[in-house]
C-alpha cells in the first residue's frame, strides 16, 4: 500500500464570543500530522470537542485550515479548489435525511455529481447511477423515491452511493452510522467493507463507538484538546496503548461517557 493522503501541521482556530463584548480564540486542531495508505481505514477518536468533526471537515473541504497542509498523491490540495476535491474525496453526512434534497427524488441528486463532473451522455449517467443503486444494496425503483420515502438504512445506503458515484480515492464520515440502530447499523458496515475492498479506497471516519472503531479501523488517530495524541495501527492502541485515555476510549462501551 502506497501513501494516500500526506496530512501535514493541519491547524485550524474558531472565534468564540465570550459574553458582549470578549472573543475567545479555540485551536480546535493544532498541528496535526498523518498520512493515509491507499485502501487504508482510519478511525479518528477522542472525547467531546477534541477536534474530531474539524478535522474531517478540513479533509472533506468543506473548511479551510489556518495553517498546515493535506497532498492527496503528492499533489497539494488547494482550499477552495472543490471541483477535483469533491471528485477525489467524498462525504458521507451523518443525517441521511437532512443531507438530501426533500423536493428532488434520489434519482436527481444521484445524477447531479455526474453532470457537474462527468462529460458522460445522460444515458450513460442514468446507467451508473442504476448500477450504483444496486451496489448498495437498492433497487432501480428507488431512482423515482423522494428521501422522505426511504426508511434510515436506505437513506444512508443513499448516502452511501452518492459518496462513491465518482469512485473516488478517499471517504470521510463524520459519525455516520451513530443515529442507526444496531442491526441496521451492522448492515451498513458490512456494506461499507464490501466496498472498501471491491474498490481499494481509503476510509476515514470518526465514532464515538469503539466496537465500531475496533471493527473497521486498520489504524486509529487519537485527538485530545486538538492535539494528536497517538497514531497508530488498530491491533497497537488496542493491546499496548502509550496514553491511559487511548485505553479508556478504546475500552469503553460509550466513548462520550468518557469525558
Ligand atoms: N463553528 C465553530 N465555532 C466555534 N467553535 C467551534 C466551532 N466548531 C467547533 N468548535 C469548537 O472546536 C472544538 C472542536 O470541535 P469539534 O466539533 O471538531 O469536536 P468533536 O471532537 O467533533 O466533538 P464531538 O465529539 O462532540 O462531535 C470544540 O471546542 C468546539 O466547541
Redesign the pocket.
Known sequence: MSNLLQIHNLTKY???QVGWLKQQR?C?LDAVSFTVRQGETVAII?E????????IKLIAGIDTPHAGSIALNGTLLKPYDYKSRCQQIRMIFQDGLASLDPQRNIGQQLLEPLRFNTDWPLAKQHQHVLATLERVGLLAEHFDFYPHMLASGQLARVCIARAILLNPLVIVAD?ALSALDPSIRAQIINLLIDLKKEMGVSFIF?S?SPELVRHLADKILV?HH?KMLEFDTTVTLITKPKQPLTQALLHMENLRKSV
Do not use: D, F, P, R
Not at 467531546?48 to 478535522?55: A, D, E, F, M, N
Open positions: 474558531y472565534v468564540k479555540i480546535a477522542g467531546t470537542g477534541s477536534g474530531k468533526s474539524t478535522l459519525e470518526s464515538h485527538l486538538g
